[in-house]
T-cell receptor, first 111, second 116 residues
Framework: AQRVTQPEKLLSVFKGAPVELKCNYS??????LFWYVQYSRQRLQLLLR??SRESIKGFTADLNKGETSFHLKKPFAQEEDSAMYYC?????????????FGIGTKLQVIP | DTEVTQTPKHLVMGMTNKKSLKCEQH?????MYWYKQKAKKPPELMFV???????INESVPSRFSPECPNSSLLNLHLHALQPEDSALYLC???????????????FGPGTRLTVL
């Protein structure tokens, strides 16, 4: 079974403060991890994938297999970062790749 | 075209109605998905189509009936729904659901369904 845990439903930070959105996973195989973002009244969209090790909009995330974590970080929060963030895991399920989402963390950046 | 489109945007239906949700993608993806998303909850997988064949059904009630007429289109037929089925229904597509490895999914804007 594959499981994704996001311990915080809501995270409020001041503009310019560092941000860390936590994500832990459980999966017996080699996981593929993603962060998706959903801005107000917009569609769900991919923010980051662990395999590409890129930085998008100042966000980074490192896969830590020892701690089974994939936390999302940004050194300086901006108001436009306010959104719902979902951590997701892609793993094998009934012979197919299935994506499982965490419950999501709402990031609120206070001006 | 790098978008997944869904129609209608909003749908209100009674419990005895029959309606359909439509989804379309022209990215050449061979996997398409239906998700249900309740307010303040993550998307929950309902169905996976791989190469136009139903591959995963996550124990969805039969009042939801998916259909994949071709590799670009995905429908969800609705019949005798309950008020608790009211939710945002999301369609997504990805390059391939069979091959192991990253399965980046592209999401449509969703259909907001209200069952009276």
């Amino acid at each position: 079974a594959q499981r994704v845990t996001q311990p915080e439903k809501l995270l409020s930070v001041f503009k310019g403060a560092p941000v860390e959105l936590k994500c832990n996973y459980s999966y017996s195989g080699s996981p593929e991890l993603f962060w998706y973002v959903q801005y107000s009244r917009q569609r769900l969209q991919l923010l980051l994938r662990h395999i590409s090790r890129e930085s998008i909009k100042g966000f980074t995330a490192d896969l830590n297999k020892g701690e089974t974590s994939f936390h999302l970080k940004k050194p300086f929060a901006q108001e436009e970062d306010s959104a719902m963030y979902y951590c997701a895991l892609s793993g094998r399920h009934q012979g197919y790749q299935k994506v499982t989402f965490g419950i999501g963390t709402k990031l609120q950046v206070i001006p | 075209d790098t978008e997944v489109t869904q129609t209608p945007k909003h749908l209100v239906m009674g419990m005895t109605n029959k309606k359909s949700l439509k989804c379309e993608q022209h990215m050449g993806h061979r996997a398409m998905y239906w998700y249900k998303q309740k307010a303040k909850k993550p998307p929950e997988l309902m169905f996976v189509y791989s190469y136009e064949k139903l591959s995963i059904n996550e124990s969805v009630p039969s009042r939801f009936s998916p259909e994949c007429p071709n590799s670009s289109l995905l429908n969800l037929h609705l019949h005798a729904l309950q008020p608790e089925d009211s939710a945002l229904y999301l369609c997504a597509s990805s390059q391939d659901a069979v091959r192991e490895g990253p399965n980046e999914q592209f999401f449509g804007p969703g259909t907001r369904l209200t069952v009276l």
